[in-house]
């Protein structure tokens, strides 16, 4: 009988303990779910020579941002994909993960700074480095926002049907 006592009681201890570790994960999870919240959502489009860029940005609780972009890309290619990212300073680095109507089976994922001047968003022109399958901006060297292609106005916001 004895025996028994303390292997029962060993085995009570661990399941309050996982019980305990549940009310925790829904914590963190209702915490999480409550900082992915949108709080506002902005659009802007960008057009160069016959080049159009739609751009929807989501700006969450938790101060990341998340959102849409459509880049019309003459003469033929379509990218369309999701951005992800948050502001440094005046600078928002997201992450571009699309699919191009060329290759439509295949995923791609590129790195984009945008500059934040008065009332629009600016392209930068960054050196890339691809380490390990994974692309990035390279730290050393400076984005130029002077000599660029795309300046995002703000636009109103449509539907996607």
């Known amino acids: 009988?004895?025996?028994?006592?303390?292997?029962?009681?060993?085995?009570?201890?661990i399941g309050f303990q996982s019980c305990k570790n549940d009310e925790k994960n829904k914590e963190v999870d209702a915490a999480k779910a409550e900082g992915e919240k949108i709080v506002s959502t902005e659009c802007y489009k960008?057009?160069?020579?016959?080049?159009?860029?739609?751009?929807?940005?989501?700006?969450?609780k938790n101060g990341k941002l998340t959102g849409d972009m459509v880049m019309k890309v003459a003469p033929s290619t379509v990218r369309t994909g999701e951005v992800a990212g948050e502001f440094h300073g005046?600078?928002?680095?997201?992450?571009?993960?699309?699919?191009?109507?060329?290759?439509?089976?295949?995923i791609f994922k590129n790195p984009m700074?945008?500059?934040?001047?008065?009332?629009?968003?600016?392209?930068?022109?960054?050196?890339?480095?691809?380490?390990?399958?994974?692309?990035?901006?390279?730290?050393?060297?400076?984005?130029?926002?002077?000599?660029?292609?795309?300046?995002?106005?703000?636009?109103?916001?449509?539907?996607?049907?």
């Open 113 to 161: 700074a945008l500059l934040k001047r008065d009332n629009q968003l600016i392209l930068g022109n960054g050196t890339m480095q691809t380490t390990m399958g994974v692309t990035y901006l390279v730290k050393d060297k400076p984005i130029d926002f002077d000599r660029v292609k795309y300046k995002f106005y703000s636009a109103e916001c449509t539907e996607k049907k």
């Open 90 to 106: 005046d600078t928002l680095f997201i992450d571009y993960t699309f699919k191009d109507s060329a290759s439509k089976d295949k």
């Open 1 to 13: 009988m004895k025996n028994l006592v303390l292997p029962c009681l060993l085995v009570i201890c």
């Open 46 to 60: 960008a057009i160069y020579e016959k080049d159009t860029l739609d751009l929807k940005l989501n700006t969450l």
